[in-house]
């Protein structure tokens, strides 16, 4: 570690002597982690292709195996018939249920003694890690979900690669911020840059990958943000573009709007695509609630997961793994499938892939959000072909609408939604359908969703989406623990000057006003003071009594400061006075936004403490 501080500080102290250490050396590491994470997501998508050869191999020898033992038996026990043995053959029953079994059960031994954050999808621990950590990933992170994920996926778990790179890449832009000690709010930035860079080298999607960073993880679109994101998304792009070329990651026919009519139809597509991605949502986590009830080992969960997997992988392997390849082929013809295949295809992928995260699998959500969006576009698209008196596209530009429209729905990130199957597919024609069913996707999903598929995670352990907030933090803290009880107060005749002048001399947002008998009146905050002065005529005889709030909003010792919080939010109010819970006149003191966050940073250091004792 001493090696590691010593090479960062030398570095340092010449990016200062070349005077790059500010911005530019921020956009020098973005760059640096669109290289690493570029490389990453090359790297992750040859390892689950090693993955899949060599459980299949393993699989494969251990069915012979089994056949050669039974084999042996019958020669042995005459009751064991020879047909008995080659319908095992046939139905090639240890390939399909023993990869899954193996895989899951492998991946949850590895992240319940090395790195439990590894599991699921993914991207809700980046955006805690932003929220609550400012930045700060775990290094072993890089390695432990690339090769869990890889196993997950090659075991054929119904998830996707796109939630484990923007995992590994935000950690590789943590592991950068931290090893140069630059500030928490960089660190955040090349946390969103190793997101991007994992998107856009993925897909082939550069400004989707950019959208992604600062749309959903940072949640924070501004240019001190957003260039050095770009810089690590294109960097990644070019490293993707050098191995794969610069083809887009579906191959789809050329499809264009038939008829400005048609419109109609798109815009009841996103509201059955907002519907699908609710319910996608839903059925995770309720999937994840039902198995945590179950009272059984981890690693018979697994199993179990595994067992289910490889079932359903028998009447239906369409399902497993990332199912690009089942995707391009929807997009391309619908009707190869029919309107039954297609409706089983969508159900089927929302059930399995949520038992696959809830067993504790690693993966992603949004290659099944797109799985399922393509299905339903294509179903959808082969029922309103036969509508008469406009022209209709073929189902194959509703599945690559659908696709955009779930996407939007799933993550409540439309405008990221857009653009990446735009750049998925360069299929530009078609963005005006895109852009109506993935806002009506969005709104439908919204209404009825608080939370998008990564935020929903986070607000079902307490916390917010705000920087700087965390309401399982907020929510254990009460107005006794930051209650200012010598505060400075004003009488009702106190003159405006005065309170002029003790605005300028203290740190104070506001001030209690008491009556004659020591008892609130009211407060008199910046609001009254800033409409007190836009009036220079009436500011010599102006008095407490004539700016006062006297119907004021107040406080009681027992009240936890997150609703403290959301009340100073809503009304704009630097402070709050306190009161007696039976008396609303006995004053007690004041609560003011800066005591409420200085608790709450105290608590979050102590709390980042007990996280890396873990």
Same mark, same amino acid.
């Given at each position: 570690?001493a090696?590691?501080?010593?090479v960062?500080?030398?570095?340092? !102290?010449?990016? +200062?002597?070349?005077?790059i250490f500010?911005?530019?050396? $921020? /956009? *020098? ?6 290289? @690493?994470g570029?490389y ?22 251990t ?17 064991v ?6 319908a ?24 319940n ?11 809700p621990?980046?955006?805690? !890690?932003?929220? +609550?950590?400012g930045?700060?990933i775990?290094?072993?992170? $890089? /390695? *432990?979900k ?5 196993i @997950?996926?090659g ?12 995992h ?7 592991v950068?911020?931290q090893?140069?000690?630059i ?6 930035v090349?946390?969103g840059?190793?997101?991007a ?15 992604f960073a ?6 924070d679109i ?28 579906f191959?789809?026919?050329?499809y ?14 996103g ?15 309720k ?27 028998i009447?239906c ?31 089927l992928?929302?059930v399995?892939?949520s ?7 690693s993966?992603?959500?949004f290659?099944p959000?797109?799985?399922?969006g ?16 406009f022209?209709?596209?073929s189902?194959?530009?509703?599945a ?16 990221q939604?857009?653009l ?5 597919t360069g299929n ?14 969005n709104?439908?999903?919204?209404k ?18 705000e920087i700087g907030?965390?309401?399982k ?15 400075i ?8 000057h ?11 947002d ?5 009556d004659?008998d020591?008892?609130?009146?009211g407060?008199?905050s ?13 500011q ?54 800066f ?6 940073n ?8 007990d996280?890396?004792e873990?």
């Open positions: 570690m090696k590691e501080n010593k960062s500080s030398k570095i340092i !102290a010449a990016a +200062r002597k070349l005077k500010d911005d530019s050396f $921020v /956009l *020098i590491l973005a760059a640096l982690v669109g290289l @690493t570029g990453a997501a090359i790297a992750f998508r040859y390892l689950i292709n090693y993955v899949t050869v060599l459980l299949g191999f393993m699989c494969e020898y069915s012979f195996g089994i056949q050669y033992l039974l084999l042996q038996i019958s020669k042995i026990l005459p009751f018939h020879s047909k008995g043995i080659d095992f053959t046939e139905l090639n029953f240890v390939y399909i249920f023993l990869i899954p079994i193996i895989g899951l059960m492998l991946v949850a031994f590895i992240t003694v090395f790195a439990k954050e590894a599991k699921g999808h993914g991207v621990e980046v955006m805690s !890690a932003v929220t +609550r950590r930045g700060i775990r290094p072993r992170i $890089v /390695l *432990i690339m090769f869990v994920s890889a @997950t996926i075991s054929g778990g119904s998830v996707g690669r796109e939630g484990p790179i923007v590994i890449g935000s950690a590789i832009g943590s950068f911020g090893f140069f000690k500030s928490s709010s960089a660190v955040t090349l946390v840059c190793g997101a860079a994992g998107i856009s080298a993925t897909f082939n999607a550069p400004i989707a990958g950019t959208l600062s749309e959903v993880i940072l949640r501004r240019i001190t943000s957003v260039s050095p994101i770009l810089i690590a998304s294109l960097v990644a792009a070019s490293v993707s573009r050098a191995y794969y070329g610069n083809s887009p990651a191959i789809v026919s050329h264009e709007l038939a008829s400005y009519r048609e419109l109609g139809l798109y815009c009841a597509l509201l059955l695509a907002g519907l699908v991605a609710v319910v996608f949502v839903k059925v995770l986590y999937t994840e609630d039902i198995i945590d009830t179950i009272k059984i080992h981890w690693l018979l969960k697994a199993a179990m997961g595994g067992f289910l997997l490889g079932l359903a992988g009447y392997s369409e399902i497993q793994g990332v199912g690009y390849g089942v995707i391009e082929m929807i997009l391309n013809n619908p009707g190869k499938y029919g309107i039954i295949i297609l409706s089983v295809l969508c159900m992928k929302i399995m892939t038992v696959t995260i809830g067993v504790g699998g993966g992603g959500v290659a959000s797109l799985f399922m393509a299905a339903l576009g294509g179903l959808f698209g082969i029922c309103v072909q036969e509508i008469p008196y022209d209709i596209a189902p194959g530009a509703y690559l609408v659908g696709m955009s429209a779930v996407v939007a729905g799933t993550t409540h990130a439309p405008i939604a857009i990446i199957l735009v750049e998925m530009y024609e078609i963005i005006l359908p895109i852009m109506i069913s993935c806002v009506i996707s709104i439908v999903s919204k009825i969703e608080s939370g998008s598929i990564y935020t929903m995670k986070l607000i079902r352990r307490g916390e917010s989406m907030k965390d309401r933090i907020l929510k254990k803290l009460w107005v006794a623990d930051v209650v200012v009880s010598n505060c107060t004003i009488d009702l005749d106190t003159p405006f005065e309170i002029l002048r003790l605005m300028r001399t203290t740190n104070a506001g001030f209690p006003v008491l004659e020591g008892r609130l009146a407060l008199v910046l609001q009254q003071i800033s409409k007190a002065l836009r009036n220079e005529d009436t010599e005889n102006l008095l407490t009594r004539d700016i006062v709030v006297s119907e004021q909003y107040t406080l009681t010792l027992n009240e936890n400061l997150s609703d403290v919080y959301d009340e100073m939010k809503l009304g704009g109010q630097g402070c709050l006075p306190v009161v007696a819970e039976d008396d609303n006149k006995k004053f007690l003191g004041i609560v003011t936004r005591h409420v966050m200085s608790m709450y105290k608590e979050l250091v102590l709390l980042q403490g996280v890396k873990q």
